[in-house]
């Protein structure tokens, strides 16, 4: 039989480009992004943390239920099961990839609270830089591995197709040149596309372009109208605006309104830890009404 000697092409250096490279092993893979440094993902902007399960008195049970619930019961089921169940091992293995998740004292992993969680299960690396952390990690580890070679400074603006079915991609790389370079298969981990709204915490580069190459391609696309809107950013001027962590309202931070009142009484059990949509919902209504939202952290 031949030697498949193709690479897999992965676009995207983000948390799920390198997690993908890495668990290619021992397959060629190649790995294309825009940044020469890994910069410009989501994944080395992201602050709050990771959940997981990992104090004694919590369960992956625990935490399905309250991933089921934070999305308003229509979630897939058996998604949620593995996710949450697979979580406390994930962070075992990232921490042997190399990532140090901030401790206590006692030398256990600190553990925050953000919205729609019932119990305190955010590990965080460099208090809210856990997504730098990661990428840093992960990054190290794939540019080490000899079946992974890093392309940095490339964007890849077309999918080859060969009797309808994908057989590479085309680059064009910073100076304008083009290539086409052949793949046993490509992966898309291309973000988001949060830098197409007027507002956004997203980088400018979540512009959805593997997205667009997909269905330009002949994809099939699901569960493109659930889009996660994170209830605290600065109110300043531009396109991007900073993330406020909810971090902060995990450790007692309020919303208020101009008048002092709290923004989310009597709106959810949770309060001000309500899940994400209710609460982005709730400040977007206030906005809409001419008010304005605080964050009140003096606490
Ligand atoms: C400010 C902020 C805070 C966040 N905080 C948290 C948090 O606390 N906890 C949490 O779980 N999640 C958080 N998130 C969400 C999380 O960061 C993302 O869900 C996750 O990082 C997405 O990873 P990804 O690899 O899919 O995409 P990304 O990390 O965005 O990576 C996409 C990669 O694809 C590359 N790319 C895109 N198009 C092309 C192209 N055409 N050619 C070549 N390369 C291309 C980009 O350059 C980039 O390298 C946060 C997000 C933001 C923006």
Known sequence: MRRERRPIVVVGGGVAGLVTAHAAAPAPVRLLCRAHDGSGSASALAQGGIAAAIEPH???AAHAGDTIEAGARHNDATAVQWLTGEAPGTIAWLQQQGVRFDRGVDD???LGREGGHGAARIVHAGGDA??????RALR???QSSAHVQWRGGVDVDALLLRDGAVVGVRTCDERGRRQHMEAAAVVLATGGIGALFA?????VGADGAGLALGLASGAASRDLEFMQFHPTALDVHGHCLPLITEALRGAGARLLDAAGQPLMRGLHPLGD???R???ARRVWQMQREGGKVWLDATA
């Open 140 to 142: 190290a580890r794939v």
């Open 273 to 275: 830890l309500a899940p």
């Open 277 to 279: 949509d209710v609460v």
């Open 130 to 135: 856990t997504g730098a952390a990661l990428v």
């Open 58 to 60: 919590d369960s992956t």
């Open 199 to 203: 507002h956004t915490s997203n980088p």
């Open 108 to 110: 256990s992993l600190q």
